[in-house]
Structure formats: structure tokens, C-alpha cells
């Protein structure tokens, strides 16, 4: 812009005012700004601005241009609202947010595609080239094991001569009949396992061209559909059929000439194959000697009616209580969606899946439900039996306590989709492994796939294996004697510890892995009800009594 009175000169000006010669710039807003205007700048007290001499700012990098003002670029991007912004944008509609630079979130995105890319491109696609060329070396090796057939029939047609040979005739007719089946069967599972091949294709050709053009908007649309992907297609099984040939006899001559064992197509469930960051290691995390609350979200629900916490994010979590609403909440207990339950009923508990959806129970309903894109879809209705409590495991599928309509026995199920997979009720004895009655019981899946179920009913956190064999029940401190255990929330953490709240004893037990104490959070908790851990293995508590949930770390 050229100044009036000195139209030779190039004039910069104030960002905010935009009349006043600037002589400033913040370097975390990067905002210019004249002497008049560094003053309202510096009244945002939300956070630490560096207002330095316009002279000595640093070099501007090369940020993108903003998608709201044409004339400006976006040198920094909202948290909040999930978009790039410039220094205009944050003058005025994102003034006080939680704003980061453009570039780093950018490089994070980055960093994000190409994990996905390398994933896709070093495991998973290996892994389906490897099964299409499994099936292509059964199809190859198909009409040798089915000439055997064929050449077994005709060498006991030749044996038995005219007589037969309206049974071998037939029984050809039988084999070819199996052959076709057989070949259909494997063109169909080559078909699905080249069309996912080429799907596959297709999203790693999109990253590389993401990645190559550093497109900001490609970067921050972009959605993995690896989970999709690690779930392998079925592999076909089949079970090749035999000829068993009898000693001629003219007058069972049918019988003798021997069965033709029937063709069966089996089709498997396909593996799932563990994303790249489940198969490494996990570094060692130590307990703090001191856990800290790093954060305290007010969930706007009554006192003495909070009940579950869910981690969508490290600073965005799912919560649920005594009534329908269940909420979306930051971390400063801002409310960014709400959802009511299909029914109207309260929810008995909440997860959130693998794909970032959200799952519910309703135990009056009976049913398991699942809310995709605000959408609510019951997957799961039980018969005889009430929805309790609900995780979601490494592998996606769900575990579920539920008991009885008479309240009677209560176990754990396992479901894929909509279908059950695992029923867990009993000891090796024939025993209960949970205690009766409606009693929350809340459940984790383990780093080792154990699963933990803190059964308030029994005073025990009750741990059993993956295939639902019990591994040890925790019934408190061996050293108290005098406060009763009571379990209610649970959670699993990177290092395989167990933590549960001891809810009217205003703590957190942390075990190991094997049951074996190690300590206690304590943290002025007030009945400590519901648990969950983000990623990165902070803590999050939902007080009941406070409605409150509270961020701790502890390692």
C-alpha cells in the first residue's frame, strides 16, 4: 500500500487498525502492529505473546495462502475450529482460541499420511499380494489334483469295462461338477482380493500425491481407511474331495465302484492384522512418584450424576450420566456436541471404537448401540439378557457385561459387529467367575489381551485370559484391613497396568499386569467412578459426586 503523503514509499500498516504506520510484530500471532494497538494485543491474557520491534522480527516462512482473505496467508491454525487462519482471521473470529503454527500442524499431519503410507505400503498390501498369489498357486495346482480324480475314475471304469461305464460317466460328471465349484470359489476370492489390491493401490498413489504437493486442505481432509484395511478379506478353505475304489463285484457294482467325498467350500474369517504401533514395543513409561491433575473438565451434569468417561482424543472426551444426554467436552469444558440416546433412556456406559465412534448401552432396551456421524444404529439386541457395561478391544470388536433378566447370572460376551464371538461365564470348575445382581461392571482389554472387569458385586477386580480363563482376582491392599474395596471404573494403560477406582475410598489402585499392587492415585479424587486413558496414557476420572472429570498423569 502506498502511503498519501509519501507515494514513492512502500508504507506497512497495522494488522488490527490497518490506518497507523506499524513499528511492532508479535511473533506468536504473527501480527503487525502499530504502538497504539500493542497494548489491546498484549490485553489477551490467554496467551504469551512476543511483541518484539517490527526490525528484529524473525524471517516470515512460506506459509499458505488464507482460504478467507485472499491477501493474507495463514501463518497459524485453530484448534478449535479445525481450520488454517491469518492474522485477520484471528483479530476477529477466533480471537482467544487455541491457536498453533500452520506449519507445524501441518508437518504433524504429515507425519500422520506418512505412517499410513509406509504402513500400507510395507505390511498391508504385502499381505494381500501374498494371499492372491496363495490362491493363485491353488488354482495352478487345481487341475492336477483333480486329474488325479479323473484318472482314478477311469482306471476302475477300464477295470469293470461296459458294465461301468454309465458310473464312470456319471461320477466325472460329479467330479466336474466339484471342479467348477472349487474354480468359482477361487475366482471369486481372487476377484475380492484384486479389488481390495486396487483399492489399496489407489490410496497409496493419493498419499504420494498428497504428500508430494504439500496441499494444507488435501493434508487436512484426509481420513486413513488403514483400520479398514488390516482387517483382512476371507481366505477360502476347501477340502478336496477323494475316490475310494472297491474290489469289483458285478452285483454291487454302484457300491464298489466307491463314494465320492463331497466338495467343501469353507470360507474363514479373515486376520486382522495389528496396526504398526500395536506390533512395536511400547517404551517404558516409570510411575510418578507424585501424579499430577493437569486438567479439570466441568461436564455441566448434575452433582452425583456423572458416571463414564471416553477418550476420543488427548483433549476431547465422550462422557455419560443420569439422564439421555451424552456429551462431547475439551479440555476446557467446552461443549462441542451432544447426542440423545434412540430411546430416551439414560445410557448404562459408553466407548469409543477404534474409528473414533461412539458405542452405548441401554439396559432397559437391552440393546448395544453404535453413533456413526450423529446417526444412531442399534447393532446388538439381547434376549433375556441387559446391556451393562462396554469396551472396545485392540482388534475392534466389543466386550460387554450383561446379566440376567432375573438378575441372577451375569457374564462377558464378545462381539464382531453383530455377532457374538466369546461367552465368558464360568472357572474351570464350573464356578461363576462374576458375582450376580445388576452391579456396574465395568471392563478393559489388556495390552496382553487379558480382559479385566472390576465386579463391584464381588469386591474384586476378576482378570481372566483371552480365552476367558481365569488369571487372578484382586479383592484389594493385603495391608487394609479396615476399608472395604469397592471397584467400580477401569482402565489399561500402554505398560499394562491395571488401574480401577476405589470409588468411596476416593483412590485409584494401580496394578500390574499379574494383580500385584504398586500404588495408589489419590489427588483430592472425589468418588472416582468412571476411567479411561488417552494415547499418550493420561489418566482421565469422571467424579460422580463432583461431575467432574479430572486429566492426572501418572507415569
Keep these: ?35 497504539a494497538c500493542v497494548g489491546e494485543h498484549l490485553s489477551d491474557l490467554s496467551k504469551k505473546h512476543n511483541v518484539v520491534s517490527f526490525l528484529h522480527r524473525k524471517s516470515t516462512p512460506n506459509y499458505p495462502k488464507c482460504p ?9 491454525y485453530c484448534e478449535e475450529c479445525d481450520v488454517p487462519v491469518c492474522s485477520t482471521c484471528v483479530s476477529k473470529k477466533h480471537r482467544g482460541h487455541n491457536l498453533c503454527d500452520v506449519l507445524e500442524k501441518f508437518s504433524s499431519k504429515t507425519e500422520s499420511l506418512q505412517k499410513d503410507l509406509e504402513e500400507l505400503e510395507s505390511r498391508i498390501c504385502p499381505r494381500y499380494e501374498e494371499m492372491a498369489s496363495g490362491v493363485q498357486t491353488e488354482k495352478s495346482e487345481l487341475e492336477t489334483n483333480y486329474g488325479k480324480l479323473t484318472t482314478a475314475a477311469d482306471q476302475q471304469g477300464e477295470a469293470l469295462h461296459r458294465e461301468v461305464t454309465a458310473i464312470v460317466n456319471q461320477r ?3 467330479i466336474q461338477e466339484m471342479k467348477n465349484k472349487h474354480m468359482a470359489a477361487l475366482d471369486k476370492n481372487t476377484d475380492e482380493i484384486t479389488q481390495r489390491i486396487t483399492e489399496l493401490r489407489k490410496i497409496i498413489e493419493d498419499l504420494k500425491k498428497i504428500l508430494n504437493t504439500k496441499d494444507v486442505s488435501l493434508t487436512s481432509t484426509y481420513k486413513s481407511r488403514n483400520g479398514e484395511f488390516r482387517q483382512l478379506p476371507p481366505k477360502v478353505r476347501v477340502t478336496l474331495p477323494s475316490l475310494s475304489p472297491q474290489k469289483i463285484n458285478t452285483e454291487k457294482l454302484r457300491e464298489m465302484f466307491g463314494s465320492l467325498s463331497p466338495l467343501s467350500i469353507n470360507t474363514e474369517q479373515g486376520d486382522t492384522m495389528k496396526s504398526a504401533e500395536a506390533v512395536s514395543s511400547p517404551p517404558v513409561k516409570p510411575l510418578l512418584d ?11 451434569y448434575d452433582t452425583n450424576e456423572l458416571f463414564s468417561v471416553s477418550c476420543l482424543s488427548e483433549d476431547q472426551v465422550w462422557t455419560c450420566g443420569d439422564n439421555e444426554t451424552m456429551k462431547l467436552l475439551n479440555l476446557q469444558s467446552k461443549l462441542l456436541t451432544s447426542i440423545q440416546t434412540k430411546s430416551g433412556n439414560k445410557p448404562t456406559d459408553i466407548a469409543v471404537t477404534r474409528d473414533g465412534d461412539l458405542v452405548y448401552t441401554d439396559e432397559y432396551k437391552h440393546t448395544i448401540n453404535l453413533i456413526k456421524n450423529k446417526k444412531i444404529q442399534t447393532v446388538i439386541t439381547l434376549q433375556g439378557w441387559r446391556s ?9 470388536d466389543l466386550l460387554v457385561t450383561m446379566d440376567s433378566d432375573d438378575g441372577e447370572p451375569s457374564k462377558v460376551v464378545r462381539y464382531s459387529g453383530s455377532t457374538e464371538k466369546q461367552s465368558i461365564q464360568f472357572d474351570d470348575q464350573g464356578r461363576p467367575l462374576y458375582s ?10 489388556n495390552k496382553n489381551l487379558d480382559i479385566c472387569v472390576a465386579d463391584r458385586g464381588a469386591s474384586a477386580v476378576v482378570v481372566v485370559n483371552q480365552s476367558g480363563k481365569l488369571r487372578f482376582r484382586y479383592t484389594g491392599h493385603p495391608s487394609n484391613t479396615k476399608q472395604s474395596f469397592n471397584p467400580f471404573g477401569i482402565t489399561t494403560d500402554s505398560q499394562s497396568h491395571i488401574l480401577t477406582a476405589d ?8 496394578l500390574d499386569q499379574d494383580g ?4 495408589y492415585i489419590q489427588c483430592d479424587l472425589c468418588t472416582p467412578w468412571g476411567l479411561c486413558v488417552d494415547i499418550r496414557d493420561n489418566l482421565f476420572v469422571a467424579e460422580r459426586f463432583t461431575a467432574k472429570v479430572k486429566k492426572i498423569q501418572y507415569l
Excluded at 290 to 300: L, S
Aim: hydrophobic share 30%.
Design 172 to 174: 466325472k460328471s460329479d
Design 436 to 445: 450376580s445382581g445388576g452391579f456396574y461392571k465395568y471392563l478393559s482389554e
Design 516 to 519: 500385584q499392587f504398586l500404588r
Design 503 to 510: 470409588c468411596w475410598n476416593h483412590r485409584i489402585h494401580i
Design 388 to 396: 451393562r457395561n462396554v469396551c472396545c478391544t485392540a482388534a475392534n
Design 1 to 35: 500500500m502506498l502511503h498519501p503523503r509519501r507515494s514513492a514509499q512502500t508504507v506497512l500498516l497495522c494488522d488490527l487498525c490497518e490506518t497507523v504506520d506499524l513499528q511492532s510484530h508479535c511473533e506468536l500471532c504473527n501480527v503487525h502492529l502499530c504502538k
Design 68 to 76: 478467507t482473505h485472499a491477501d493474507k496467508h495463514s501463518e497459524l
Design 290 to 300: 507424585e501424579p499430577r491433575v493437569t486438567a479439570t473438565i466441568d461436564t455441566g
